[in-house]
């Protein structure tokens, strides 16, 4: 399968690998997939106390499609709110990287993620 | 480094590249100037030529597997050939039976014609293999029934090489009466094959797996004691009856050279062949968590299938564009299960994920292997650093464990 110029850049270049401490306070993790479907995306979000994403990170295991919807979402959520995180969508990230129909679930995996990390960051904050 | 040609081909169980001696001969086949006539011509000099040139093709097919060339029926390739065999056998001896004998790891052609025969009304055994690829002979033995009619088990699998015992299955099934089918698209020219000793009926063959033209294949139908057939392609009346439709000289001379090339070759080659293999196993088997897919003993010399744990198939395949294997992985066919002949020998779908198959072949050199090597070590080092499942190896977390979140 041909792959998109994006997706190889991202797969080539993954942008914020990495792995924050999952115990802090101000961070968020979600880790979404399963091995044995083939893809398991782990995303971490740091947060600041007036709810900016400072920092996102990934590592993920899955085709090259579900590694570059995963480098992409941590390039995008930098900087922005939670509730912003949250509006990014599956169809936005399959369009930016140009996705064929048969990897759309990677992208939708990515959105999964980010809900994750929200989700288990706003838990703690409760908790 | 020397001037290495990429991508460098390790697919030669998917296909060979047609051997330039093969390509000259068919050439021969094709033009007025050459052997173009129809072999069923009995008229004239032009339909004579061509089915002299079809016989002694016929005849290198047979020298290879020590049969009688009256046994070797021109089919359009294995899948064709496992076809004719399989329903064919079905259809002409219903009245004996309706129970046939096969296994989880054959290879679509006949799973997928056993599937079709289940719509008929058949009754077909699915036999699982050891974790090692094999076929245990007393399950096989207890599968037997005395409605079967037909087992069909593959000589060398396709994603693993295992060689399966098929002069023993051979001997089971004569003693209980049971006509014998072989898949032999991967052996024929890897692994001796005496038909004379061998008690098998019925074998499929293909030419494209042994540097000949695809398109073109055989099937084997012993005459004593004598095997019938239900035609499954109605016509002329071509190859006895069994299989119909003019024959195409130019392919058939194709594979009848690559056949005689076998004969003469395989031994030195499968020699080479297989230190190649050794050399690249050797270069992979220290590395973490790598597994070998399939019993290293009972193994065609060209084939290495590997899981690199913790790294899935397809980006894998992406970061080493330069070389042409094939992965395990679902996401690189049209399905989404990962490959069904690993799942059959047990192994998790995560290492059946990150499988990869080598095939080495006439064409391989050994400074290709050691640029694979180096590339595949390289990839895996940096899929792992993106991988979570790695991290949580290295931590000691047990990923049986994980309550996965499923999608
Ligand atoms: C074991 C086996 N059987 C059958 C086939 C099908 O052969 P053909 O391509 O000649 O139809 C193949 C090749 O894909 C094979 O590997
Ligand atoms: S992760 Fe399986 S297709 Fe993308």
Redesign the pocket.
């Known amino acids: 399968m041909a792959y998109s110029e994006k997706v190889m850049d991202h797969y080539e270049n993954p942008r914020n690998v990495g792995t924050l401490d999952k115990d802090a306070a101000n961070v968020g993790t979600g880790m979404v997939g399963a091995p044995a479907c083939g893809d398991v995306m782990r995303l971490q979000i740091q947060v600041s106390d007036d709810g900016i994403i400072e920092n996102a990170v990934f590592k993920t295991y899955g085709c090259g499609s579900a590694i570059a919807s995963s480098s992409l979402v941590t390039e995008w959520m930098k900087g922005k709110t939670l509730e912003e995180a949250k509006k990014i969508k599956n169809l936005d990230i399959a369009e930016e990287l140009a996705l064929p129909p048969v990897k759309v679930h990677c992208s939708v995996l990515a959105e999964d993620a980010i809900s994750a990390a929200v989700e288990d960051y706003l838990k703690k904050r409760a908790g | 480094m020397s001037n290495l040609k990429l991508p460098i081909y390790f697919d030669y ?3 060979t590249p047609v051997d330039e001696r093969v390509a000259e001969a068919m050439i021969k086949c094709m033009t007025f100037d050459g052997n173009f006539g129809n072999p069923a011509s009995r008229s004239h000099a032009f339909g004579w030529n061509s089915e002299e040139a079809v016989e002694e093709a016929r005849g290198h097919v047979a020298a290879l597997i020590n049969a009688d060339p009256r046994e070797i029926v021109w089919t ?7 076809n004719l065999a399989i329903k064919g056998v079905a259809h002409f001896y219903k009245k004996n039976g309706k129970h046939i004998i096969t296994s989880k790891t ?5 799973l997928d014609t056993c599937r079709q025969l289940e719509r008929e009304g058949y009754d077909v055994t699915y036999l699982d293999p050891e974790p090692n690829g094999l076929i245990d002979l007393k399950k096989l033995a207890d599968a037997m029934r005395d409605d079967t009619i037909l087992v069909s088990i ?1 000589h ?3 994603e693993i090489g295992v060689i399966q015992d098929i002069a023993a299955i051979g001997e089971m099934c004569r003693e209980r009466k049971i006509i014998f089918h072989v ?1 032999a ?2 052996s024929a020219g890897k692994v001796d094959i005496d038909l004379e000793k061998m008690k098998v009926d019925l074998m ?1 063959f ?4 042994i540097y000949g033209p ?4 055989a099937l084997y139908v012993r005459r004593k004691p004598r095997i019938r057939l239900e035609a499954q392609m109605h016509g002329g009346g071509h190859e006895r009856g069994m299989r119909s439709g003019t024959l195409a000289t130019h392919q058939i001379v194709g594979m009848g050279e690559a056949f005689r090339i076998a004969k003469q070759e395989m031994h030195a080659e499968n020699d080479r062949i297989m230190k190649l293999r050794n050399r690249l196993w050797n270069g992979f088997k220290d590395m973490e968590e790598v597994y070998l897919n399939g019993d290293f003993e009972h193994r065609v010399a060209g084939n290495l299938n590997v899981s690199f744990n913790f790294v899935e198939g397809e980006s894998l395949i992406m970061a080493l564009k330069d070389i042409a294997v094939s992965s395990g992985s679902a996401c690189t066919s049209s399905s989404l299960e990962p490959s069904y002949v690993l799942r059959a020998l047990g192994r998790s779908d995560e290492l059946a994920h990150s499988s990869l198959r080598f095939t080495i072949g006439r064409y391989t050199k050994e400074e290709e292997i050691d640029y694979t090597i180096n590339l595949v070590k390289q990839a895996v080092s940096k899929l792992r650093d993106l991988s979570p499942l790695w991290d949580m190896f290295k931590e000691g977390v047990d990923l049986n464990s994980v309550e996965w979140a499923a999608h």
Request: glycine share 10%; proline share 0%.
């Open positions: 169980s998917a296909t359009s390739g294995a899948t064709e050939s496992n054959e290879h679509k052609a006949v593959m060398v699998n396709n898949d698209a991967q499929s293909s030419a494209h797996k695809k398109g073109i294949g």
